[in-house]
């Protein structure tokens, strides 16, 4: 029915001012932390860097073969299986075992309660695959298996890049998978490009190891560069301590030395393992790695018990502020290789905003004055409707503090295509409805309900096409299918609340005069 109580009315006003005073914060600064809220802007509008990352796995194969060697070796020792000639080639693991065994093997192998290959209930497939060629048996990942290393070893590297990035405070960032291997970043407004790549190229895998000789370490030794010149260093394997039990690292200055360190702390496992360590090995030079290089390796004066101490290395602030950023953050289970940039210049974004509003601003006056001329008086409340609707959307996307792309322009374009449409739909029905019935009430009162059902199927549809977009798109997808989705829902609301309210507050003052429409 055409009639709005005051209730009604009152609060029509209000949600719509509500709307409207969060969007006007995009123009003016706002003292209270609740309406001080903007609109971000993406990258292609505000400019930054475009990363595409991709993830070497060969590392963590190897390292996983690896493991299994030393796993494998202390099972078949508990069984009593003497297995022979187990080494490592093109990440394959190769063992022999004599004939009396080897079915005994196969069997550990297929179990699917093994210990050490598990088995997948959803490929109805093992981790490994056994291949037996008399007597000497092959060991590598199966297909299914290496799906389920590259998808862990990507989540896992996604999480390190997003902690990465979110300690530098870079706005809005973007980071999404792609496929199983490959990881987009996008850095809108990002004023350091260099410095994002220099992060995101390190492994950072951080370990504690002694200086030794070759011939004297039991867990064999290699050679390692230092960071900062050609020496190197003989290094045991053995590791004394990983990142995996920092806690904290920042930079600090050393008063003694006037000198940038980087200050760590440890947990209770590693503060244990730490202190046991420089207290046997006194006397001893203590090498610290990242990355397979030395940065440091200082003398072990006495013991350190206190769970903290200090990486130096001739730091600037800022680099002893990356690598304690580093640290902090984890270790990325494998590289990650750049393998697509893009840089998108803040000139070039504002020129998207220009031409974007431009477009928004002649289609709209295009649509203004074509409605206008087709439909009159209520063309005119239509378009008071769509500029309503216009900041409804702007209002609801400044408070998510949403991110606008140029194709979410397109979106706004296109809901005020859609406002338009559900408009000549009413007023092309209340054409009919006034043609048999004489009463200007009951006509558009019936040209609102008639309608309704083939507004909302339109609507709907769309809506339902946006929903689609915003889960399986990403970066500009998203942001067109955001605009359009939140556009639907002000859409409806200024058609059937904020326009029939206007035109009921006409009608009821022109309900007998001829040709309304």
């Known amino acids: 029915m055409l009639y709005f109580s005051k209730l009604r009315i009152i609060s029509i006003f209000l949600l719509s001012l509500f709307f409207i005073l969060f969007a006007s914060s995009n123009l003016f600064k706002f003292t209270n932390n609740l309406l001080d809220r903007?609109?971000?802007?993406?990258?292609?509008?505000?400019?930054?860097?475009?990363?595409?990352?991709?993830?070497?796995?060969?590392?963590?194969?190897?390292?996983?073969?690896?493991?299994?060697?030393?796993?494998?070796?202390?099972?078949?020792?508990?069984?009593n299986i003497r297995i022979n000639n187990l080494n490592l080639n093109n990440q394959k693991l190769l063992f022999t075992v004599e004939e009396q065994f080897k079915q005994t093997v196969l069997d550990v192998f297929t179990d699917k309660e093994s210990d050490f290959n598990p088995y997948y209930q959803r490929f109805k497939s093992h981790q490994l695959d056994i291949i037996e060629e008399n007597n000497f048996f092959i060991v590598n990942f199966?297909?299914?298996?290496?799906?389920?290393?590259?998808?862990?070893?990507?989540?896992?590297?996604?999480?390190?890049?997003?902690?990465?990035?979110d300690e530098i405070g870079t706005n809005e960032p973007n980071i999404l998978k792609r496929g199983n291997n490959r990881i987009l970043v996008e850095l809108p407004g990002l004023d350091d490009p260099m410095r994002i790549k220099s992060l995101l190229g390190k492994t950072a895998n951080l370990t504690f190891r002694f200086v030794t000789n070759n011939d004297e370490d039991t867990f064999g030794a290699e050679k390692l560069k230092y960071e900062d010149s050609n020496e190197e260093s003989m290094v045991s394997k053995r590791i004394i301590l990983s990142g995996d039990n920092l806690l904290d690292a920042q930079p600090r200055m050393n008063n003694e030395t006037n000198e940038t360190v980087v200050s760590f702390t440890l947990d209770r496992v590693g503060a244990k393992r730490f202190g046991k360590a420089t207290s046997t090995g006194i006397g001893k030079q203590l090498a610290i790695v990242l990355d397979g290089k030395i940065i440091s390796a200082p003398v072990i004066r006495d013991t350190i018990a206190s769970g903290s101490g200090q990486i130096s290395g001739g730091f600037t602030f800022q680099s002893a502020t990356d690598l304690a950023l580093l640290l902090r953050s984890g270790a990325l289970p494998a590289p990650l290789n750049i393998i697509e940039e893009r840089t998108v210049g803040p000139d070039l974004g504002q020129d998207s905003i220009k031409a974007g509003i431009i477009a928004l601003i002649i289609g709209f006056i295009l649509v203004i004055v074509f409605i206008f001329v087709k439909y009159k008086i209520f063309g005119l409340i239509t378009n008071i409707t769509l500029i309503i609707n216009l900041f409804l959307l702007i209002g609801v996307l400044t408070i998510f503090e949403a991110t606008l792309t140029l194709p979410g322009i397109a979106g706004i374009i296109l809901t005020v295509g859609m406002a338009v449409d559900a408009n000549v739909l009413i007023f092309e029905r209340i054409k009919e409805e006034l043609k048999n019935e004489k009463n200007n009430l009951i006509a558009f009162d019936s040209g609102y309900t008639k309608?309704?059902?083939?507004?909302?199927?339109?609507?709907?549809t769309t809506l339902l096409a946006a929903i689609i977009l915003f889960f399986m798109g990403s970066g500009p997808i998203k942001g067109f299918s955001l605009t359009l989705g939140v556009g639907i829902f002000t859409t409806l609301f200024s058609v059937y609340f904020i326009a029939r309210l206007l035109t009921v507050l006409y009608i009821s003052k022109n309900k007998e005069k001829e040709g309304l429409i």
């Not at 903007?38 to 595409?52: E, F, P, T, V």
């Not at 059902?453 to 339109?458: E, G, R, V, W």
Request: cysteine-free.
């Open 38 to 79: 903007k609109i971000n802007l993406g990258l292609d509008l505000q400019g930054g860097s475009y990363l595409l990352l991709e993830i070497d796995n060969t590392p963590v194969i190897e390292q996983k073969l690896q493991n299994l060697t030393i796993t494998l070796k202390n099972y078949f020792k508990e069984k």
């Open 451 to 460: 309608s309704r059902t083939a507004i909302l199927d339109a609507n709907i």
């Open 142 to 165: 199966s297909k299914q298996g290496l799906i389920e290393l590259k998808t862990s070893s990507q989540d896992q590297a996604l999480e390190i890049v997003r902690r990465r990035i």
